[in-house]
């Protein structure tokens, strides 16, 4: 616009400076209005262009725009999912957390309940304990107690038993006759004299009378003779059965089988010496029980 105001104002300068005729006039005129209608059909395409790259840039920045809303948006959208998500987690570790409080409460009920509990059992268990050491005590002197009535029991069996055996008659068994009688039987001939076995006995004594008589019997019917059975000529009668020699070094040989077979079934013979007896005399003593 500026270009053509310029060109006018040329224009009519020149035809001021030099004057025409009206048709040249005429003539400039519609030229320069020519002039005036072509500057503005330029401006027109001017500002259409310019209106259409203003509005493409528009279309640009808004297009721009709404790429960066909708990324906008998007990340607006995952975040509020985050958010959601970490709301979800937060309310569930705030449950977690609720009912581990609880656990936690009712752990340490448990555990108070059971402190107690063990208190009252250790309490139970220590007068347990010292009740049973009483009972131990007690026990072990019931145990002495029975131990030693037990012992007594048997001193008194054994001291009745000695008593019982004191009363009862000696005798022999028919196994011991059996085997005594065997015993003397295989006695060589010529070891016995003929007179047989002296036997000596206490006659005041029923009771060595009787074992005495049983004895005499087994002898003879072992073949041999007994003779004498006549009452003790030793000044002190003593107990059991004695074998009366000499000298026990030099007694007759049968002065020894006779007490090695009354050994044999289970009855001691005691050996005694008396001087004032003979060389060959022995002496089947029969003493009291």
Do not use: C
């Amino acid at each position: 616009m500026k270009i053509i105001s310029s060109i006018s104002s040329t224009i009519s300068t020149i035809f001021i400076q030099n004057p025409i005729s009206i048709e040249s006039a005429t003539l400039a005129h519609k030229i320069i209005f020519g002039l005036y209608v072509l500057s503005l059909i330029f401006t027109l395409i001017l500002t259409v262009w310019l209106w259409k790259a203003s509005n493409k840039a528009q279309d640009a920045v808004m297009t721009d725009a709404e790429v960066k809303i909708t990324a906008a948006k998007a990340e607006a959208s995952k975040a509020t999912e985050g958010i959601k998500k970490a709301e979800l987690k937060i309310a569930e570790i705030n449950f977690l957390a609720e009912e581990a409080k609880e656990n936690a409460a009712k752990a340490k009920y448990e555990t108070e309940k059971i402190t107690k509990e063990n208190i009252e059992l250790r309490s139970n268990l220590e007068k347990s304990i010292a009740d049973a050491a009483i009972e131990k005590q007690k026990l072990a002197k019931t145990q002495i107690e029975v131990s030693d009535a037990r012992r007594k029991q048997v001193e008194a069996e054994i001291l009745l038993e000695q008593m019982k055996d004191r009363m009862r008659p000696r005798s022999l068994s028919l196994q011991q006759r059996t085997r005594l009688i065997e015993i003397i039987s295989n006695f060589p001939k010529d070891i016995v004299p003929k007179s047989g076995i002296h036997m000596q006995v206490n006659i005041g004594d029923s009771e060595a009378m009787s074992f005495a008589s049983q004895i005499k019997s087994v002898i003879e019917n072992s073949g041999l003779n007994v003779y004498g059975m006549e009452n003790a000529t030793v000044p002190t009668i003593p107990k059991g059965l004695i074998m009366l020699v000499q000298n026990g070094e030099n007694a007759p040989p049968y002065a020894a089988a006779f007490q090695r077979a009354f050994t044999d079934i289970g009855i001691h013979v005691q050996g005694i010496e008396v001087p004032d007896y003979g060389k060959d005399e022995v002496v089947l003593f029969i003493g009291s029980k």
